[in-house]
T-cell receptor, first 110, second 111 residues
Framework: KNEVEQSPQNLTAQEGEFITINCSYS?????LHWLQQHPGGGIVSLFM???GKKKHGRLIATINIQEKHSSLHITASHPRDSAVYIC????????????FGKGTHLIIQP | EAQVTQNPRYLITVTGKKLTVTCSQN?????MSWYRQDPGLGLRQIYY???????DKGDVPEGYKVSRKEKRNFPLILESPSPNQTSLYFC??????????FGPGTRLTVL
């Protein structure tokens, strides 16, 4: 079973700072997901990656398959980016479903 | 509008009283899944389904049942709920190996 570790668990930063959240996993995967959960509770998918890098607005996600590691970056952070960011991995073949990290609680102060 | 719907959104019930949480998607997705979210434990997968009539256990299936008789619906059944099933439940769907779309969540309290 895949083990998914996220760091940091909590992060408080000032508006405008560059943010990095890390995710590492123990077993080879078919895909990695980055999710965002706002205080209201709803979950939104930000990215799904199987290799390389993806960018959407101020968000960038990268994955290194050999090192079993992914990062989520937020450029020019804003208070509305305050949320919990969750990494999840799908094992090869999808037979085991999704395994989640415990999330990173991000607070961006004005 | 493409969406995943769950009902009910909030439910308070008593130990042993059977309940069903419905999940429906209108995107013709093959993959559907149920998760529970608990403080300190994060999200954990309960059951998932790769297609109609195909279901598999996730990490925490004990005390739950599911069925996938048609593509759009994936109900979660608690035959005899217990207080340790008090949690926030999410249903999600996707095309196989693709981005997941989550429902709004169901907050369940079992007294």
């Amino acid at each position: 079973k895949n083990e998914v570790e996220q760091s940091p668990q909590n992060l408080t930063a000032q508006e405008g700072e560059f943010i990095t959240i890390n995710c590492s996993y123990s077993v080879g995967i078919s895909a990695l997901h980055w999710l965002q959960q706002h205080p209201g509770g709803g979950i939104v998918s930000l990215f799904m990656l199987s290799s390389g890098k993806k960018k959407h607005g101020r968000l960038i996600a990268t994955i290194n398959i050999q090192e079993k590691h992914s990062s989520l970056h937020i450029t020019a952070s804003h208070p509305r980016d305050s949320a919990v960011y969750i990494c999840a991995v799908m094992s090869r073949g999808g037979a085991d479903g999704l395994t989640f990290g415990k999330g990173t609680h991000l607070i961006i102060q004005p | 509008e493409a969406q995943v719907t769950q009902n009910p959104r909030y439910l308070i019930t008593v130990t042993g009283k059977k309940l069903t949480v419905t999940c429906s998607q209108n995107m013709n997705h093959e993959y559907m899944s149920w998760y529970r979210q608990d403080p300190g434990l994060g999200l954990r997968q309960i059951y998932y389904s790769m297609n109609v009539e195909v279901t598999d256990k996730g990490d925490v299936p004990e005390g739950y049942k599911v069925s996938r008789k048609e593509k759009r619906n994936f109900p979660l059944i608690l035959e005899s709920p217990s207080p340790n099933q008090t949690s926030l439940y999410f249903c999600a769907s996707s095309l196989t190996n693709n981005e997941q779309f989550f429902g709004p969540g169901t907050r369940l309290t079992v007294l």
